[in-house]
């Protein structure tokens, strides 16, 4: 059985992906792009532990909607940020 190098658990029950959770300060804002497009941006993700291409896919299905990531900064478009910042906090995370 291995442990993590970080807590100290067994790889099974590590917590250090949650742990980063609650460390990043998240926001979520929304931009006017070209032709006056909105856009959700959501930034402030940095930590190597959590995978923002799975955070990014889950909030695309949740608000069935299209999206990119660049630059550890994911845009959404369209305006979700009420729904945005309530899919974060049921995640874990902690948003300004």
Request: hydrophobic share 40%.
């Amino acid at each position: 059985m291995s442990i993590c190098p970080v807590c100290g658990l067994p790889k099974e029950a590590c917590i250090c992906a949650e742990l980063a959770k609650t460390r990043q300060k998240v926001r979520v804002s929304t931009e006017k792009r070209l032709y006056g497009k909105i856009v959700t941006v959501v930034s402030g993700i940095s930590d190597p532990n959590i995978d923002i291409k799975d955070i990014a896919k889950k909030l695309k299905q949740e608000l069935a909607c299209g999206g990119t990531i660049k630059n550890n900064v994911i845009e959404l478009q369209g305006n979700h940020e009420k729904k945005v910042k309530e899919f974060l906090v049921k995640a874990g995370f902690i948003v300004e």
